[in-house]
């Protein structure tokens, strides 16, 4: 059987075409695509089979998950054209409204993970492996009138150090039990200059172009879209805007994705490079940070990748999201958590 008639032969089951409508939306999960279609494990797979042989899709396989999406190339073009000349095999109005509850699910699981580790999660090897880093991003943030944005804060471990240093930090976790103890962190080492937002870090409630600096300290690792994060940095980045992101590099610890809720295994400098591009920032400055050499910890190491905004300021200001420039009597009161809707 030859390339073509192969693939129009994949496109010739119902149940396929309904799956690549999901993938083009979303990466999915093989339990997440079994939920959806209301299918058995076995056969979503031996559908994703025939549809990866045919070059419809590609995966991508962290510890014991698999992730699927719709592949770059010949095949998925074709499918693209067969879906913008043909309404029909568009999402229906009740699958868009399951994969939107499945997305909301896999952030309310993210949320329901964070909040219990709070309570211990000081004492446990993430805030660890991020001091040093932390210490490395905040020399490139300077001078002292930086307004900086903190991404995924957790517990705060960096915001005294930060706010020791600079007239104002924004401080923004979708977590409320993270947000609690970053909260009493904040009050206990009496920094007046952190302000802290309840917030989703790929969708931010910040005024676009309103910040001088920001800094995602190991939280790139957790997101299911991490080429998101770069384009939301760079959005609310003023021109000229420094940005610090601390991560692992690419590792083997499968443990991580099972016990620390982690979704990807590192990243490779040339992946980082293309997500500051496609997001217009300046080609990423790495330096490997020190890890803890103890235990199951000792093969990983940490990097810090430092980009700048290159374009110039958006012409408009995404819909809803606060204006974080605001004068400052019209602020919440620093180190208080507050909700975002």
């Not at 990866?52 to 693209?80: C, I």
């Amino acid at each position: 059987m030859n390339t073509s008639t192969a693939r129009l032969k994949a496109l010739a089951e119902p149940s396929r075409l309904r799956m690549l409508g999901f993938l083009e939306a979303e990466e999915l999960a093989v339990g997440e695509l079994t939920s959806l279609l209301g299918m058995a494990q076995s056969r979503v797979s031996a559908h994703l089979a025939v549809l990866r042989e045919t070059g419809f899709v590609r995966d991508r396989r962290q510890g014991t998950s698999v992730f699927y999406t719709l592949a770059e190339g010949p095949a998925a073009e074709t499918w693209k054209s067969l879906a913008r000349t043909d309404p029909g095999l568009s999402l229906s109005s009740p699958d868009k409204r399951r994969l939107a509850r499945t997305l909301r699910e896999r952030r309310e699981r993210s949320r329901e993970f964070f909040d219990r580790a709070a309570a211990s999660w000081d004492a446990g090897r993430s805030e660890l492996l991020g001091r040093e880093a932390g210490g490395l991003a905040l020399a490139a943030l300077v001078p002292r009138d930086t307004l900086l944005l903190d991404l995924g804060t957790g517990t705060g471990g960096l915001l005294p150090l930060f706010g020791r240093h600079l007239d104002r930090v924004v401080a923004v976790d979708l977590s409320r039990g993270m947000l609690g103890r970053a909260q009493e962190r904040v009050r206990e080492s009496g920094v007046r200059s952190v302000e802290l937002v309840r917030g989703d870090v790929e969708s931010l409630p910040v005024a676009t172009a309103s910040v001088d600096g920001v800094v995602a300290n190991m939280i790139l690792h957790h997101l299911p879209d991490p080429p998101r994060l770069f384009r939301e940095m760079s959005r609310v980045l003023r021109p000229g805007g420094r940005g610090v992101v601390v991560d692992f590099e690419s590792h083997d610890a499968t443990w991580l994705m099972e016990e620390e809720g982690h979704r990807w295994a590192g990243f490779e400098p040339a992946e980082l490079r293309e997500y500051c591009r496609r997001s217009g920032l300046s080609d990423p400055e790495f330096e490997r940070a020190a890890a803890p050499r103890t235990g199951r910890w000792s093969r990983l190491n940490v990097f810090v990748a430092r980009f700048e905004r290159t374009l110039g300021p958006p012409t408009r200001r995404a819909p809803g999201r606060r204006n974080i420039t605001a004068p400052r009597n019209a602020r919440r009161a620093p180190g208080r958590a507050t909700k975002e809707n």
